[in-house]
Antibody
């Protein structure tokens, strides 16, 4: 069974940092591109970032580039998202998602990790 | 960046109704459009990929169509478990944007 489990969410002050993890099982992690998507409370889905299979290529939404860093450890079957310089507008549930075998769509998602930025 | 505009933003429908949700891309996206269903407090679930391909395990009452800039998700006969929010997404070029969502509510 394919599973993606996020962890690392929580309450952080404005200007602070947090690292989210997404630990996967049930499939060959190193064969799939991976993505992060977030959803602010009561709002829609926003794609944030993607990383290729060996971690050598990353892409970001302009509004988070330079503050967020995606990475992966294929030996640990884990995807990461480092969040820096957080603002209240970054408050959201953060989902990791697997890119399909053929690419271009998300066939499995994690349950989400809530990040709350507040003083 | 390519924007996706969904309509309507919400709708009320009855069990058994046919429901149609549309999504328009701001530029041509070929067939690189996917549809997801999301229920409160849950992760999105893939319904349709590549504009019209039904994801494995998804009921056949869901269908997708379109190419270029205009796309449609249709639910042929609405069931109680279909009340949710639906999102389109393009994956033509990054950033892979989602539509703003369509909330399907019980009439």
């Amino acid at each position: 069974e394919v599973q993606l489990v996020e962890s690392g969410g929580g309450l952080v002050q404005p200007g602070g940092s947090l690292r989210l993890s997404c630990t996967v099982s049930g499939f060959s992690f190193s064969n799939h591109w991976m993505h992060w998507v977030r959803q602010a409370p009561g709002r829609g889905l926003v794609w944030l970032s993607r990383i290729n299979t060996d971690g050598s290529r990353t892409t970001y939404l302009d509004s988070v580039e330079g503050r967020f860093t995606i990475s992966r450890d294929n030996a640990r079957n884990t995807l990461y998202l480092q969040l820096n310089s957080l603002t209240v507008d970054d408050t959201a549930v953060y989902f990791c998602a697997r890119d399909s075998d053929s690419g271009r769509y998300f066939d499995y998602w994690g349950q989400g990790a809530l990040v709350t930025v507040s003083s | 960046d390519i924007q996706m505009t969904q309509s309507p933003s919400s709708l009320s429908a009855s069990i058994g109704d046919r429901v149609t949700i549309t999504c328009r891309a701001s530029q041509i996206v070929a067939i690189y459009v996917n549809w997801y269903q999301q229920k409160p407090g849950k992760a999105p679930r893939l319904l349709i990929h590549s504009a019209s391909t039904l994801q494995s395990g998804v009921p056949s009452r869901f269908s997708g169509s379109g190419s270029g800039t205009d796309f449609t998700l249709t639910i042929s006969r609405l069931q109680p478990e279909d009340f949710a929010t639906y999102y389109c997404q393009h994956t033509y070029s990054t950033p892979w944007a989602f539509g703003q969502g369509t909330k399907v509510e019980i009439k």
